[in-house]
Antibody, heavy 119, light 107 residues
Framework: QVQLVQSGAEVKKPGSSVNVSCKAS????????ISWVRQAPGQGLEWMGG????????NYAQKFQGRVTITADESTSTAYMEVSSLRYEDTAVYYC????????????WGQGTLVTVSS | DIQMTQSPSSLSASVGDRVTITCRAS??????LNWYQQKPGKAPKLLIY???NLQTGVPSRFSGSGSGTDFTLTISSLQPEDFATYYC?????????FGQGTKLEIK
């Protein structure tokens, strides 16, 4: 059974960076894409970007290009997402999720990581 | 970017009702349309992938249809555990945009 376990909640100051991890177990990590999706309080879901670990290059929604970096470590089956230059509006729950294959639907999700940006 | 528009934004229904939620894409996405259910404080759960394929373990009262730009999610007989927010998502091209969500509430 595939499991994605994310790192814990973070409180960050505006202008700083945050790094969220997503450790996979129970499946083949390298060949499935991992996406990152965020949800601001009371709002909908927003796809930020993703990575296929075996290829190692992230692709990003234009909105996040240059401010978000997605990486993966095949040796530890862990994906990472760094958001820099944090703004108050980056306060959200951040989820990682696994692409299930050709359909690119996301079948397994992490539990979510709350990132709060506050001075 | 492909825009996804769901309707309605909210819906009140009773246990046993048949409910349909629609999702429209701003351009053709073939059958690259997925549906998710989300309950408060929980991660989304995949219900339907590639427009009409039921994810393993999802009850058969859920069904999906459509192709191109217009899609529907149908719940044939609402159960108490179905009251949640539902999102469509296109996986045809990046960024893989979501609809704004449909909140299904108890009447």
């Amino acid at each position: 059974q595939v499991q994605l376990v994310q790192s814990g909640a973070e409180v960050k100051k505006p202008g700083s960076s945050v790094n969220v991890s997503c450790k996979a177990s129970g499946g083949t990590f390298s060949s499935y894409a991992i996406s990152w999706v965020r949800q601001a309080p009371g709002q909908g879901l927003e796809w930020m970007g993703g990575i296929i670990p075996i290829f190692g290059t992230g692709n990003y929604a234009q909105k996040f290009q240059g401010r978000v970096t997605i990486t993966a470590d095949e040796s530890t089956s862990t994906a990472y997402m760094e958001v820099s230059s944090l703004r108050y509006e980056d306060t959200a729950v951040y989820y990682c999720a696994r692409d299930m294959g050709l359909s690119h639907a996301m079948d397994y999700w992490g539990q979510g990581t709350l990132v709060t940006v506050s001075s | 970017d492909i825009q996804m528009t769901q309707s309605p934004s909210s819906l009140s229904a009773s246990v046993g009702d048949r409910v349909t939620i629609t999702c429209r894409a701003s351009q053709s996405i073939s059958s690259y349309l997925n549906w998710y259910q989300q309950k408060p404080g929980k991660a989304p759960k995949l219900l339907i992938y590639a427009a009409f394929n039921l994810q393993t373990g999802v009850p058969s009262r859920f069904s999906g249809s459509g192709s191109g730009t217009d899609f529907t999610l149908t719940i044939s007989s609402l159960q108490p555990e179905d009251f949640a927010t539902y999102y469509c998502q296109q996986s045809y091209s990046a960024p893989r945009t979501f609809g704004q969500g449909t909140k299904l509430e108890i009447k």
